[in-house]
């Protein structure tokens, strides 16, 4: 129950992070809903690939996430995340801007604030809309993504809200 409670406040986070900084694209970019969650999804595991490996302990990248209305009417982002559990804590300042600085040179914008129990997160900002917020769960040896896709335009049957 622990894990679900701290996926939800993960996603949340990154729900409300999102409204404070807008979708930063109001045109939808990505093709169609598989497009965009494959894009975020690629993102998430280029994240956890700049983890230390050797701390790795599993990973949980569920399938499925939300999709979440973009400013742009008709359009939406698919949101996920990923729970990486670890053997052992790393430097966890050092290992996020090792993360951000990575991305940055990809173009990404990096936002540094901190997680409610005071450890450091940082979330990413891409040109296309697309955003990850990278947590540290100390008490919880684990780091969470929580990832929103570039905007993409919806089918007849996608709405915001919708569980996919």
Known sequence: MRGRARATATVGA???AMLLTGCGTEDPVAQDLESAKRAAQQQQEAIVALLPQELIASLEQPDTGVLMACESEGSAQWT?????????LPDLEATLASIAAAFEERGFAARWDQTISGEPRVQLLGADGDS???SPWAEEMSIGVASASPCFPLADDEHPGLVV
């Open 14 to 16: 990154l729900v409300i």
């Open 80 to 88: 996920g995340r990923a729970t990486v559990v670890l053997s052992e």
């Open 132 to 134: 990850y917020l990278v």
